[in-house]
């Protein structure tokens, strides 16, 4: 709904808004973090582990032992555990194992000679008593064994982070640098650098902010920001900003309902993007006229902010839908808006905020720092990476590191706080 002497922003640019970020995109900003997010499969495969048979030999019969184990069970040689450790000096066990392994100990006595942990195999290729008899039967095991069973975990680590965790927690486990769940790490690392580089995220995340304050403010849709970035090698990069408009256009109520379900932010930036497409390769078939568009998709600017980077942007001539753009977002995208921007094809997507009931982006439900979760709540679809749709886009969370105006701080609903149960 307008605002008090505005004329309709459904057909008119709002001249108020309070600049954040220079004309040139740069400017104060706090300062923050990126948090990659994990697929469904990243997520399953931590979760799944794998009983195997452990046990204490002399370190001087390492090799014949290991010999005896791949003559007479070649099974333990095809489990897939190539990431773990075969042999362990009971020092690097984790506490746990070093525990039960020294209390079932004859008498509770340390050998006189050095020793290993052998993981023989997975505990469904030899029943217990069986492997006791093979071990007996090498003239180098004549003392009395103690086979142990533990857990470990079945699928690689993904993460130089998560093999620590699971050395600490399971067996040590040896970490290649790979992932086979999600995109590789050095993609991820190389994305990180490129988006934290002259604090180029921060800023974009306070210019998504701002655009995010004015539709509030303006009362055109809940306080939802996006920002689109096209970086070029020899200059500034471009950059596109749209604010929510949900209450706006057909379907729009007073601030109550989902109202206007097309003009979310994420659905408005890439109106936006089409826009200055058609804009700068003009058709016979179409000739957009300044300041004008759908009405219901809102597909052109609405305030002073978005008019400002729209009339100033210059996107790639030769450029294909959102191929090799950034996606900047103040929340979590919708289900709805998180296919739109799989099918537009953007390369990278940063949200500051996840929507734990509504959120199409995040496949976990844990918290960032505990287990391999990847931030609080969420529904679980994991839409950024899944084997079964078409496109895959690398996705983090935003975490700002230096204090600023929470939603909380803006004193409830009435001030732009965005409710859990809205479709970003």
Known sequence: MPCQ??????????????????????????????????TILELRAAEETVDVYTVEIPATAANGV?????????????????????????????????????????????????????LVSTVDLI??????????SSPALQASLDIHITPVPFHPPTSAAQAARWTAQ???????RNNPFGPHPHVVERAEAELHADGDAARFMTLAEQAAQ?????GLGEAIGAVVV???????????????????????????????????????????????????????????????????????????????????????????????????????????????????RFARVVFGRRMSCTGGLCASAASPGEGDGDGDGGLGYGLFWRDELNWKTLAWEWEWLTQGEKDEDRGGKDEGRVGEMVHA
């Not at 004015?214 to 303006?218: E, F, I, L, P, V």
């Open 230 to 344: 096209e970086p070029h090698p020899t200059g500034p990069p471009t950059v596109l900003v749209a604010g929510d408009a949900r209450w706006t256009g057909p379907g729009a109520g007073a601030r109550s309902g989902p109202g206007n379900v097309s003009a979310h932010a994420a659905l408005r930036i890439i109106g936006l993007v089409a826009r200055k497409r058609r804009s700068q390769t003009p058709s016979p078939l179409f000739t957009p006229a300044p300041g004008t568009g759908s009405k219901i998709l809102q597909d052109h600017p609405l305030t002073a902010l978005e008019t400002l980077h729209f009339s100033n942007a210059e996107l790639d001539p030769n450029g294909y839908l959102c191929l090799n753009l950034t996606l900047y977002l103040t929340q979590e995208p919708c289900v709805m808006c998180a296919m739109a921007l799989l099918h537009s």
């Open 127 to 136: 029943p217990q008593d069986a492997l006791l008899a093979l071990l007996s």
């Open 170 to 176: 399971y067996w040590p486990v040896i970490y290649k």
């Open 66 to 118: 290991l010999g005896l184990i791949r003559e007479k069970l070649p099974g333990a040689e095809n489990t897939g555990l190539q990431h773990l450790r075969r042999f362990v000096k009971p020092e690097f066990l984790p506490e746990r194992l070093r525990t039960a392994i020294s209390g079932s100990r004859h008498g509770g006595l340390s050998p006189p000679n050095p020793t290993l942990q052998l």
């Open 214 to 218: 004015d539709a509030w403010r303006h």
């Open 5 to 38: 002497g505005e004329k309709g922003a459904d057909d008119e640019v709002i001249q108020e808004h309070n600049v954040i970020l220079g004309d040139d995109g740069h400017g104060p900003a706090r300062q923050g973090r990126l948090v990659a997010l994990k």
